[in-house]
């Protein structure tokens, strides 16, 4: 009843095999059937879903609809203002916050006609998680619901892989849309810095924040990406390009490709699980008998692109937060409060210092942009860990794959490459150049194609 | 430095901060101090050649 794809439902809408409205009613169904479990939302709307539902229900039935998104199920990660319904950031710190406005992108979405479902859960303000002394629990994993989602996009996550909706937005300062993305068999894409605007959006490290799609195949993740990228007014950093024909592109191959491979992030660096290292392994070779050229790249070591970010991160959080965090400090949870106030241990020469290294960095990256059109490497070094073991210091333990093009701000897409030995997905993301979006979500659709590893869906 | 004196220099530079913390919470902000002060130590300062990243150039737009 459920389509795989928004892809497939919008086929569905144009045979007339499906309506939005039976789709959103299967949707609210499931979502009441399995969310006690899954806690991947935090406010269900089923009055908005069901108007905006019958609304792209009659365009339809007339012969107009908005386009590829008209009547498709969606969700916003808990951080992107929505007019009228509450938007909390799954703080206490901003329970009963509700917004005016939509956010930029969450305005775009629904002029494009998706169908509002809900909020869904993220780790307190897009970092402090997975905790359980928030207002509402973290989100649980529907491949193994003992499991982490990964995060801070976990409510994105785990939607999506239990098909309560077709798509959903995330977020990504250091690796919060492709770690659940991974770990919950997903697509997300962090999009190039400044494509898709950010007012009406929590910040959490202004310098290195992206608002991207979260949904389940590379295709789906282009088609969100074209209604949400366009001019912010609001948001400085926004380019204002858009992303017409991102989708059109998908189909293009990989022929001719030169995918560079970053082996010694994931072999030596941060060592991946076996599972996911032959996975990966297996992965580039479905890309060479695709016709793409495949060759190792060397950077500097993943630990410094780590404690970069970091660094930037912590200082730039704690700048938002300090006023809050030094008179209500108690209402925050305990390991966003202990993780954002060590920005204030971090000094001015500290923070320029990172900033200047980022530079010197991102112009490395550049040039390695210029003998390859995509980077690949590990998202994620294996399955995901059990949702009560997560190491509370994570974001300091200088492994992370993800943090590299947050600093940068290039292009991000993760997705599946198979299972490990837990019977959890495992993951790989493909990177590319500054506003390269269309490549990467073009190499990732290809491989999707090829193997079909994103059709595999959890049994709950 | 011993555990008791970690903390109690982390207390110090909390309260500059503006910030006067419980000592269970200041051994937790010390914990994660310790991994930072390794995460400050890989960022040294640039060579003295290296452009700052305060420069500003007004022909820029954004």
């Given at each position: 009843m459920i389509p795989a794809s928004i892809a497939e439902a919008a086929g569905l809408f144009r045979a007339r095999k499906l309506s939005p409205v039976e789709l959103a009613r299967a949707c609210l169904d499931r979502i009441a059937q399995l969310d006690g479990r899954l806690h991947a939302f935090v406010a269900v709307t089923e009055a908005r879903a069901m108007d905006d539902a019958r609304a792209a229900e009659q365009r339809l039935m007339r012969g107009e609809p908005l386009g590829p998104l008209d009547g498709i199920p969606f969700a916003h990660k808990d951080i992107v203002d929505t007019a009228g319904i509450a938007t909390t950031c799954c703080s206490r710190i901003r329970a009963g916050h509700v917004p005016q406005r939509d956010a930029h992108a969450a305005k775009r979405l629904a002029d494009a006609g998706t169908v509002l479902l809900g909020k869904l859960t993220t780790h307190e303000f897009a970092l402090g998680g997975p905790s359980f002394d928030l207002p509402t629990p973290p989100a649980r994993n529907?491949?193994?619901?003992?499991?982490f989602t990964g995060g801070s996009s976990s409510g994105s996550g785990a939607a999506l892989a239990a098909g309560m909706v077709l798509g959903a937005t995330g977020s990504d300062t250091m690796g919060s849309i492709r770690s659940p993305a991974v770990f919950c068999g997903i697509t997300g894409l962090k999009p190039s810095y400044g494509l898709v605007g950010r007012s009406g959006v929590f910040p959490l490290a202004q310098s290195l924040d992206h608002v991207g799609p979260m949904a389940r195949t590379a295709e789906d993740c282009a088609l969100l990406l074209e209604a949400m990228a366009g001019p912010d007014p609001e948001d400085p950093a926004c380019d204002g390009r858009d992303a017409a024909g991102v989708a059109a592109q998908l189909g293009q191959g990989v022929r001719g490709l030169r995918i560079g491979v970053i082996r010694h992030f994931h072999e030596t660096d941060n060592r991946g699980s076996p599972a996911a290292l032959a996975n990966l392994d297996a992965a580039l070779a479905v890309f060479r008998e695709l016709g793409a050229t495949v060759a190792d790249v060397t950077l500097t070591p993943l630990a410094e692109w780590h404690a970069v970010n970091a660094v930037i991160m912590l200082a730039e959080a704690h700048a938002i937060h300090g006023a809050w965090l030094r008179t209500?400090?108690?209402?925050?949870g305990g390991i966003f409060r202990e993780r954002v106030i060590l920005g204030a241990l971090i000094g001015s020469e500290h923070y320029l210092n990172a900033q200047r290294r980022r530079r010197a960095l991102a112009e490395e990256m550049t040039r390695a942009f210029a003998r390859h059109d995509v980077l690949i490497t590990l998202a994620q070094p294996g399955e995901a860990p059990a949702v009560d073991a997560v190491s509370r210091w994570g974001v300091l333990e200088l492994g992370s794959f993800a943090a590299p093009f947050n600093l940068t701000g290039g292009p991000s897409v993760a997705l599946g490459t198979g299972f490990g030995e837990w019977g959890m997905p495992t993951g790989m993301q493909i990177a590319g150049a500054a506003f390269g979006d269309a490549t990467v979500l073009r190499a990732a659709h290809a491989y999707q194609q090829a193997t079909g590893w994103h059709r595999r869906t959890p049994e709950l | 430095m011993d555990e008791t004196g970690k903390d109690a220099a982390i207390a110090a530079a909390l309260r500059t901060a503006g910030y006067d913390l419980p000592p269970t919470i200041v051994a937790d902000v010390a914990r994660g101090h310790g991994l930072l002060a390794a995460v400050l130590a890989r960022i040294g300062p640039p060579r003295p050649e290296a452009e700052p990243a305060t420069t500003f150039r007004p022909e820029t737009q954004r």
């Open positions: 529907p491949w193994d619901t003992g499991r209500r400090f108690s209402e925050y | -």
